[in-house]
């Protein structure tokens, strides 16, 4: 039986900053709602994401598109009351980026009426004069690189992103320029897992992973995924945790266990 551990500090940019240049992994996880926000950073869970993807798996939509700013704000208030040390992160939803001044004052509402202290934006090199005007304003920012959901009427569907040489060049090369402008972290969503590796080597920004191998600085997954709740097809790069296990604690703590070990993602759940 896998038991929580309970997190002993606050968890900051800084402090993740601190646990990649140290070569430890850290946990991160979708959460929606005040009783699961509460349940799994007790298990350990560093970094809770109010995700777009409550589209999907709380409102049944097809997509991550229809989800909207108040929708975020809603989840990202009561998710932020069951929280007392991990770090609350939000995903700035599709059509809240339109520019750079769009997104600061979007991102700045957010911020204020959740007390999260990261937000999550889609768009890759489109977003450079965001993540710096975000940056200038004292704002945490995750840029999120390869399989863009916002985007998924352009890339044709859900695809493993950045296996031909150029696109993995191009995807390096703007991981580099994001952290140049200012980005605190980084999150590669179905990427090879040798990509992966070496875009997190060559960054000093923690490089969150999801469906992109084990030698990245986070891992994330969706809860529904984990709990193996998901309605219809489960995507590859996921768990289920569930099995074997007790209660959803447990299967929480499993997987914090398994990701700091290194256990998590095998083979059979990179690309």
């Not at 991160?28 to 994401?49: K, M, P």
């Not at 940056?135 to 920012?141: C, D, H, L, P, V």
């Not at 493993?160 to 999150?187: E, F, I, N, P, W």
């Amino acid at each position: 039986m896998y038991l929580p551990k309970p997190l002993e500090n606050k968890i900051t940019v800084p402090y993740l900053k601190k646990l990649k240049e140290k070569g430890e992994k850290f946990a991160c996880l979708t959460a929606y709602d005040y009783s699961f926000a509460r349940l799994i950073e007790q298990s350990g869970v560093e970094v809770v994401l109010v995700g777009d993807s409550l589209g999907m798996v709380i409102q049944g939509h097809d997509t991550t598109i229809p989800v909207t700013l108040a929708d975020i704000e809603y989840h990202g208030t009561i998710v932020n009351a069951g929280l007392e040390n991990a770090m609350l992160m939000l995903d700035m939803p599709f059509g809240s980026l339109n520019s750079p001044q769009q997104a600061l004052d979007n991102a700045s509402e957010l911020l204020k009426g959740t007390q999260a202290q990261v937000v999550k934006l889609e768009g890759g090199i489109t977003q450079l004069k965001t993540v710096e005007m975000l940056s200038r304003f004292g704002i945490a920012s995750c840029a999120h690189l390869g399989l863009q959901p916002q985007m998924v009427h352009k890339m044709g569907g859900y695809r493993v992103q950045g296996k031909a040489k150029s696109a993995a060049q191009q995807m390096l090369k703007t991981a580099s320029d994001l952290q140049q402008a200012g980005a605190d972290l980084l999150l590669l969503e179905c990427v090879p897992a040798t990509l992966a590796a070496e875009i997190t080597q060559a960054l000093e920004i923690p490089v969150i992973g999801i469906g992109a191998g084990i030698n990245v600085d986070g891992q994330i997954l969706v809860l529904q995924d984990i709990l193996n709740v998901t309605v219809g097809k489960k995507p590859k790069f996921s768990k289920n945790f569930m099995q074997g296990q007790p209660s959803i604690q447990a299967a929480v703590s499993r997987y914090v266990t398994e990701v700091k070990r290194g256990q998590f993602p095998d083979q059979s759940h990179s690309f």
